[in-house]
């Protein structure tokens, strides 16, 4: 039996969804369920989980410093912990815990002040010191010469999910409140009439609607040049690894604190891992193999055990790289045109609350306060979300 | 990926850092619509997906800077030049 109706597209709509990616399918999902709004198309260019709902790393955490960033994705954990009830689907949610290695006194520092202002959040924080971490992951490099590790930061309630069963999860409970999923549907222009959006052309004809909802994030701006939206974001490429299986090794999330490497293990053996993107404009699905050295060597620095294992596989996604490091939820200069973009590499955690905000946001208008800060227009007022403290240099967050 | 450096010769990438998008001009700060401008400049970018100019820096080989026209769908690169060189527009 499909999970769900492989639907034709109607002439109208009250809102079409264009991206049938986690976000999209979650708004699709929120919009029928919390505000009853069912008259909904979901318009994916290709097929449902082809994208990066089906190519990230898996991770879930709400581990952030700033207050816009803290709230939203603890609000985005939350729902992942009562996902499956909610779906009645299993997305093997799996709260393994996140721990973020430190190396150097100062880094211990900046991870105590981070976990304080989590703890400060109402979200799960511990400092673990050496010896903690050397019980629970004594197969670490801990004595390296140039990054000894010294302790970690710990969010217990991190973890990991299924990340194509979140697709199909949403799909279907989107599909039975009556959304309409339309696969193989890729819309070509967006049709404005004096500042207000009337519908979408597509290879499979033209689609009415009064409100156009924008999820493609690693294509935002290709689609928002469609509504002469002219946005904050550049496209890169990200790569992501998986060995060949092993006997359970890795029993949560590390992050090595010295380079940019997060790695977990999946429930068929694999060790799934990744670390910086490539770090120029590229639309490629692809990546070049200095970014594979610099991986793998932060994996050799962490866990000199990997170098007997093989890597299987190897891709790319396309990340949407805002100029602050932090997403887009919100409205846009046309009427009836909702923006959810720039999710740079952070984009799966946040899959349930981006779907609940902009689901909000499109069904009443107006952001809800968890997504208020990450309005468009906090790059031109200046009231950007910086987390990295990086500045305006997407290559850089 | 490999980058002909008009000094150097081909190198790969590894030897080059990337700036961004070589097509934004700063803007004149007495203007006008200056805050405009600037918000543009500093935030806005055509992000396409096809030929895209872009700076480069030779950074661990003869240290100059390049404007380098490049498809981001294939990462085939169609053009080099010194960026003190560049046409002025």
Redesign the interface.
Known sequence: MRAWRDAEPRPQYDVVIVGGGGHGLATAYYLAKEHGISNIAVLEKSYIGSGNVGRNTTIIRSNYLHPANARFYERSLKLWEGLEQDLNYNVMVSQRGVLNLFHSDGQRDAFARRGNAMRLNDIDAGLLDEAEVRRLLPYLDFDNARFPIRGGLLQPRGGTVRHDAVAWGYARGADRRGVDIIQNCEVTGIHIERGRVTGVETNRGVIRAAKVALCCAG?S??VA?MAGL??????HVMQAFVTESVKPLVDMVVTFGAGHFYISQSNRGGLVFGGDID??????QRG?L?TV?AVMESAMALMPGLGRLRVLRQWGGLMDMS?DGSPIIGLTPVEGIYLNAGWCYGGFKATPASGWCFAWTIARNQPHELNAPFRLDR??SGHVIDEKGAG????LH | ?RIHCPYCGER???EYS?R??ATVRRPDANGPDAL?RF??Y????????GS?Q?FWQHLHGCRAWLVVQRD????AIESVVAASRRVAR
């Open positions: 294509n701006s290709r040049t002219r946005l904050p974001i550049e496209s770090g120029y404009n590229s639309y490629a070049n200095p050295e100029m790059f031109a305006a240099q997407p290559n | 990926m790969g990438v590894e990337y961004g998008d405009e918000v543009e500093l935030h806005l970018r055509d992000n396409p997906a895209h872009e981001v769908r294939t990462h």
